[in-house]
Structure formats: C-alpha cells, structure tokens
C-alpha cells in the first residue's frame, strides 16, 4: 500500500473461479475475508505474540482505541495469516512495516478486503502498531511499528491499535538492509518466492499468536 507524498510512502483482488473448489475455499477461512470466522470481534484487550529469527516480540492490543483494526488483526493472527510473512519495509527512525502474505493465492483474496476507518484514539508514538492505510477506509492487512515518536502521522488518519509490551528491542534491530527496496506489487503477486530470491536477508515471522495478558 502506498500513499502519495514521502511521508506517506508508509504506508502503505481476485474472485473464486469456477475451477476452485468450494471446499477449499470452506476449510481455509483465509481464502475468504467474509467467512465467520474472519468477523469474530476481539476482546477488549489481547496480546500477540510474534516470533521472529532474532526472538519474541508482543503486542498488546486496545480494542477501544481502533475496534475495527483490532477485530481485523484479532482474526487475522488466529488463522495463522501472518505467520512466515516478512518484514519488507524497514526505514529505521521511521517505522518497520509488515503484513503481506507470502503466498500469491492469499493476497488476492485480501487485496479488496478493506475495513473502515477507526477515530484516532492515541498518538503513533514509539512502539505503537497501526495499519497502512492508502486513503480512507482502504485498510486490509499491512501494519506498521513506528520506531519513535511519528505523531504527524495522526492527522492522516492513521490509527494505532496497540503497542509492543515486550521486546522492543528486537523489534529495534530488524535487519534494514534492504530498506524500502522490496516492491509491495510483487509480493502481492510473487508472495515469498520474490522475497526469498531477490532479499534474502529479509527477517520474517516465524509464528504469530493470541497469548494470556
């Protein structure tokens, strides 16, 4: 996702065919954003925990402060959607960015699969976890962490959901090496194959899960 302006480079679909089988489509609820069991509303707080190559981070989450990105998110890591994604956009001082599948097949269904817009509730200080956004209510999947205090950022409409509680310093030494070179339309297309032949010093997420506070 990308948003005109060098600010706003932040941050920032395909149907079933006739061919696919609805099964599939039935057993995966990431191959479908309607599904039930991708509308569950999140509790009021929870944490997600995010393994990585170079250790744990956690996140805790304030549904009041942006409902409809915490149910997203929520639903999200239950079935798994971040797990083995990378970290594809790292600008350090600014944020570390996240959130498109590695495969081809997912990204098309969550491509059009946008939420509305949540009020600003708190500042994009250091730590918080906030959606990209390319306009209003285009968000899907793609998250950021700001790395300090990006409050200018609130009056763009960009709405924190949580905050790292533990590990911030993993978060902090995410390998910069590629920056923002790795192009967001291929791996939407391409997924991790992209990634893995073009940058493959990208850190990724090995596994992301809902966790006890």
């Known amino acids: 996702m990308v948003i005109a302006g060098s600010v706003m480079a932040l941050l920032a679909g395909c149907g079933r065919t006739d061919r696919e089988p609805a099964q599939a489509k039935a057993t995966n609820p990431l191959l479908d ?3 039930p069991e991708m509308q569950a509303s999140a509790p009021a707080s929870f944490r997600v925990r995010f393994e990585t190559g170079g250790g744990p981070f956690v996140v805790e989450v304030t549904r009041a402060w942006a409902p409809h990105g915490a149910d997203r ?3 999200l ?6 797990d083995g994604g990378r ?3 790292v600008v350090p001082g600014f944020v570390v960015q996240f959130g498109l599948s590695g495969d081809p097949a997912v990204s098309a269904r969550w491509r059009p699969a ?25 968000r899907t999947t793609q998250l950021f962490i700001n790395y300090r205090d990006n409050s200018r950022l609130d009056g763009m409409g960009f709405a924190p959901l949580g905050r790292v509680v533990e590990g911030m310093d993993v978060v902090d030494h995410i390998s910069a090496v590629y920056g923002e070179r790795p192009d ?3 791996i939407e297309a391409q ?5 893995a032949a073009q940058f493959p010093r990208l850190d ?10």
Do not use: E, K
């Open 33 to 35: 954003p309607q599904s």
């Open 73 to 75: 998110l929520y639903n």
């Open 184 to 186: 967001q339309g291929r």
């Open 114 to 138: 946008t939420i509305a817009d949540d009020p600003v509730m708190q500042h994009n200080s250091r730590g918080t976890l906030t959606f990209a956004t390319a306009g209003p209510n285009t």
């Open 204 to 213: 990724s997420i090995t596994r992301a899960t809902i966790v006890a506070p």
């Open 77 to 82: 890591v239950r079935h798994g959607f971040y």
């Open 191 to 195: 997924g991790n194959a992209y990634l």
């Open 87 to 89: 970290f594809f956009r």
